[in-house]
């Protein structure tokens, strides 16, 4: 058996860690720097203005997550591609379903995140230069916040996200590319997803944030397997490491501290 991985392996692992990396950066940020997600909620003219107050940061990291549409898009083909050709029936229709719902879902978050990048920049411009109305600013922000951000950035991609998830999820478990505890932290993972997506249809108070907490550093963790995994492939026997204990231990500590701000309060 040769222990050298494919070259696609590498770029699964690359982009599987950037991703994730670009993702949580950007959400950090933003926390600090926007009050975000807490921002969305207040009027838009306050918004407006401290967006505009620190626009340089803001614009750029937004740019950054809208990005990571594209990094969810070449991950998505890279681990389809990553499962051998000849499969079966079962598994081919779940290889199908991550494609398409995982192209989905990075298209859909461009839209979201890139409204950020794009559109708020040239609204805040004409409502601090007194350019316009303020009150057409704010149905025009509003209005794009509702589509382009909850609808689409939020909503349809957070459903196709969790489809995305549990048909990778069951792909990895039903075959021997990937270590199977991925495939159950993929399972576990999925309602994540569907959870956020009802906040559109009304779902409000603390769960969502115990949600948002706790879930999204399951989501990292299972990027991180995922990549270490794709790098340490065994193109010969054409499957990845079984994760030791180590592993999982780093994993742990990591996700802890992921969680920490939640826990500490």
């Known amino acids: 058996m040769s222990d050298a991985p494919r070259p696609q392996m590498i770029a699964l692992a690359a982009v599987s860690l950037a991703h994730v990396l670009i993702m949580f950066a950007g959400f950090t940020i933003l926390a600090d720097v926007f009050r ?3 921002v969305l909620r207040e009027p838009a003219a306050d918004r407006l203005a401290l967006f505009a107050a620190n626009q340089a940061v803001i614009q750029g990291t937004y740019w950054a997550l809208m990005m990571t549409g594209l ?8 681990f389809v591609q990553s499962f051998p050709a000849q499969r079966s029936p079962g598994l081919s229709t779940l290889l199908m379903l991550v494609l398409v719902f995982g192209v989905l879902t990075g298209f859909g978050q461009a839209m979201g995140f890139g409204r950020w990048a794009i559109l708020i920049p040239y609204l805040a411009d ?5 350019g316009a109305d303020p ?7 509003g209005s794009f916040n509702r589509y382009a951000g909850m609808l689409v950035g939020e909503h349809l991609s957070n459903i196709a996200w969790g489809i995305f998830f549990i048909s990778a999820a069951f792909a990895v478990l039903s075959s021997k590319v990937f270590d199977r505890r991925i495939g159950i932290i993929g399972v576990i993972g999925t309602p994540l997803f569907f959870v956020l997506a009802a906040e559109q249809l009304g779902l409000e108070g603390a769960l ?8 999204f550093p399951l989501l990292a963790v ?13 193109r010969a026997a054409w499957r990845g490491p079984a994760l030791g204990a180590s592993f999982w231990g780093v994993m742990g500590v990591l996700y802890l501290a992921m969680a920490w701000p939640a826990i500490a309060g």
């Open 36 to 38: 975000f997600p807490e």
């Open 71 to 78: 990094t969810q898009i070449l991950f998505t083909i890279l």
């Open 126 to 130: 004409q409502l601090l230069s007194g």
């Open 135 to 141: 009150a057409v600013i704010a149905l025009l922000e």
């Open 208 to 215: 969502l944030g115990l949600i948002t907490d706790f879930g």
């Open 222 to 234: 299972w990027h991180f397997a995922i990549a270490w995994s794709a790098f340490r492939f065994d």
